[in-house]
């Protein structure tokens, strides 16, 4: 797991920036406006999740259009699975386990 990529998006506007980019690619002026934020501002978040490899840009005639890549996305998920696995599992014991209580009042 790329410890960049939590690095990037741990800073809120970045984030705000990956859930706009959910939905479609979006040039920068509009993202700086869906979110209030001033358009040097917003390169520079762009910057940083785009070395973080989870944005890539798309130049199109005088404007830059940036999208999501899906990969590092997924590979966070991977990481994060066997987590999700683990909790699931615990949460499962312990649901068994209050059961058991519930049945044992009864």
Same mark, same amino acid.
């Given at each position: 797991?790329?410890?960049?990529?939590? =690095? !990037?998006? !741990?800073e &809120?506007?970045?984030?705000? +920036?990956? %859930? #706009?980019? #959910?939905d479609? &690619?979006?040039?920068? /002026?509009? +993202?700086?406006g @869906?979110?209030?934020l001033?358009? &040097?501002?917003t =390169?520079?978040? #762009?910057?940083?999740? =785009?070395?973080? /490899?989870?944005?890539?840009?798309?130049? #199109? !005639?005088?404007?830059? +259009?940036y999208k999501?890549? &899906?990969?590092?996305l997924q590979?966070?998920d @991977? $990481?994060? %699975?066997s987590?999700?696995r683990? $909790?699931?599992s615990?949460? %499962?014991?312990?649901e %068994?386990?209050?059961? /058991?209580?519930?049945? @044992? @009042?009864?």
């Amino acid at each position: 797991m790329n410890v960049q990529t939590f =690095s !990037a998006l !741990a800073e &809120p506007n970045r984030l705000a +920036i990956v %859930d #706009l980019l #959910l939905d479609e &690619p979006l040039p920068v /002026g509009e +993202i700086a406006g @869906k979110l209030n934020l001033n358009q &040097p501002q917003t =390169s520079k978040h #762009l910057r940083v999740l =785009s070395e973080a /490899g989870l944005v890539e840009v798309e130049p #199109l !005639a005088n404007r830059r +259009i940036y999208k999501l890549r &899906p990969e590092p996305l997924q590979e966070m998920d @991977k $990481w994060l %699975d066997s987590y999700r696995r683990m $909790w699931e599992s615990r949460m %499962d014991r312990l649901e %068994d386990y209050l059961n /058991g209580l519930k049945e @044992k @009042k009864h």
